[in-house]
């Protein structure tokens, strides 16, 4: 059987605990809100409507990648670039090469950075190892442009950090809708892991400010998970709407 990631990937150690995951998604629905392309999400209404889904939906599929057969993720990924193909034709417009770049991107920096936050220190072969992964997925989606190593892609990060984002009314907006969604507590949670999280120019951009109140708890935090409470305090932190899908991403790893 071939596997879209080997079985002993840094990867699927990334992408195999929901608590990794979730901190993937609190960094990229930080940098969405920002991302110059997001009217792209704004005109499908899927967005607004629910921000949350509409995120966890992107984590997910890339998830579902991650620990598919190589066919089943080839056809996962043809499936996405067919779903952004019809929104094209919708528009009468192309989603800019870049968006599809900065989507990619994120899922790469998210992912080393919330395992380095939660666990420990990459090595550079297990970076290059998770650039390379997510490098397949967009090659499998047709993404021009794409950079051709690790050294290339952390430059292309770092401009595009520089070039593609902006505050603008959708930041706005999408943040309100958060708050509505999450509720005033886990909002401010939210916030606080993306301040630990995000690179300085987009906490910058959404004067997110200093993580203290993360920085205080994630050592209690990785503690109450060797004492194996963590999970439940966790789990009481999720929405209800949401909690039995990140549940499953931590048993669909086993």
Known sequence: MKWFVNEDSIVREIWGKADTILFIF???????????????????????ADPLGRLFSTVAYARQIVFSEYDDAMQAIHQIAAIHQGVERSRHARIP???????????????????????????????????????????GMGIAGLPANLRDF???????????????????????????????????????????????????????????????????????????VGVLMRNALLPENYKTQVVELDVAAH
């Open 154 to 228: 952390e430059r292309m990060r770092a401009a595009h950090l520089q070039e593609n984002l902006l505050k603008s009314e959708f930041t706005v907006d999408l943040y309100k809708q958060y708050r509505k969604h999450l509720g005033w507590f886990r909002y401010h949670l939210l916030r606080q892991v993306q301040m630990r999280l995000v690179p300085e120019h987009v906490n910058a951009l959404l004067g997110l400010g200093n993580a203290w109140l993360v920085n205080v708890l994630l050592p209690f935090y990785k503690f109450t998970g060797v004492l194996g």
């Open 97 to 139: 090469d870049s968006a599809y770049r900065d989507v990619l991107f994120m899922l790469i920096d998210y992912s080393i950075r919330s395992f380095e936050l939660l666990e420990r220190r990459l090595t550079p072969a297990e970076k290059q190892e998770a650039f390379a992964v997510f490098h397949a997925v967009g090659d």
């Open 26 to 48: 609190a960094g990229a629905s930080a940098e969405f809100a920002l991302n110059k392309s997001v009217d792209w999400l704004y005109f499908t209404g899927k967005l607004p």
